[in-house]
């Protein structure tokens, strides 16, 4: 939720940038019609739409949680609630990748068994990839894990998982996140 002031900054800057086209294209400001001017205004539409389009996702995320406890993995997504129980799972592991200056985080839930890959809550998070180990299976459930949140995840997770399910922590390719696939969301 840091994310969405930030957001809204941007929204206000386009905003503001629209209220100056506008009064460019109506004749209503004070001194000459600059190109300096236009340009700016075009600019801070830029910023708005930014804001638009990173807003949305965190906005809908916002209600988003995840919980470990000695059942498993709790995910609720505003709407619903499910567990991923600690016993049909075949491993857990932190994989990370490089964007930039920073890295992207992300929890893999290798399930030891078949999983529901359209039930309402968990269909977002099932990815279809190679086995990221021997005997683990391609279809997994794949948590993006919140920047400064890593530590704190690592540490839930190697509390209150088996031992045996740690698989540890792996490098991936940059955009290991990956998006989740439309056909598997669940019919209304």
Same mark, same amino acid.
């Given at each position: %939720?840091?994310?969405?002031?930030?957001?809204?900054?941007? /929204?206000? &800057?386009?905003?503001?940038?629209?209220?100056?086209?506008? %009064?460019?294209?109506?004749?209503?400001?004070?001194?000459?019609?600059?190109?300096?001017?236009? /340009?700016?205004?075009?600019?801070?539409?830029?910023?708005?739409?930014?804001?638009? /389009?990173?807003?949305?996702?965190?906005? #809908?995320?916002?209600? &988003?949680?995840?919980?470990?406890?000695?059942?498993? &993995?709790?995910? #609720?997504?505003?709407?619903? $609630? $499910?567990?991923?129980p600690w016993a049909a799972l075949?491993?857990?592991?932190?994989?990370?990748?490089?964007?930039?200056?920073?890295?992207?985080?992300?929890?893999?839930?290798?399930?030891?068994?078949p999983i529901d890959d359209r039930?309402?809550?968990?269909?977002?998070?099932? =990815?279809?990839?190679?086995? /990221?180990?021997?005997?683990?299976?391609?279809?997994?459930? =794949?948590?993006?894990?919140?920047?400064?949140? =890593?530590? &704190?995840?690592?540490?839930?997770? *190697? *509390?209150?998982?088996?031992?045996?399910?740690?698989?540890?922590?792996? $490098?991936?390719? *940059?955009? #290991?996140?990956?998006?989740?696939?439309?056909? =598997?969301?669940?019919?209304?």
């Amino acid at each position: %939720m840091t994310g969405l002031p930030i957001c809204l900054f941007l /929204i206000l &800057v386009g905003l503001a940038g629209l209220v100056g086209l506008v %009064m460019l294209a109506t004749g209503t400001t004070r001194g000459e019609l600059s190109v300096g001017g236009v /340009i700016g205004c075009l600019f801070m539409l830029v910023l708005g739409a930014l804001g638009v /389009i990173f807003g949305i996702p965190i906005w #809908h995320g916002r209600r &988003v949680t995840v919980a470990f406890d000695g059942t498993g &993995v709790w995910l #609720h997504n505003g709407r619903a $609630q $499910q567990v991923v129980p600690w016993a049909a799972l075949a491993g857990v592991g932190l994989h990370w990748s490089q964007m930039g200056r920073t890295k992207q985080y992300s929890v893999e839930l290798c399930p030891s068994g078949p999983i529901d890959d359209r039930d309402p809550v968990l269909w977002a998070l099932v =990815r279809d990839e190679e086995p /990221i180990g021997p005997g683990l299976p391609r279809l997994r459930y =794949r948590l993006p894990v919140a920047p400064g949140s =890593r530590d &704190v995840l690592t540490a839930a997770v *190697q *509390q209150w998982s088996p031992p045996h399910l740690w698989l540890g922590e792996a $490098q991936r390719e *940059q955009g #290991h996140l990956g998006r989740p696939d439309p056909s =598997r969301r669940p019919r209304r």
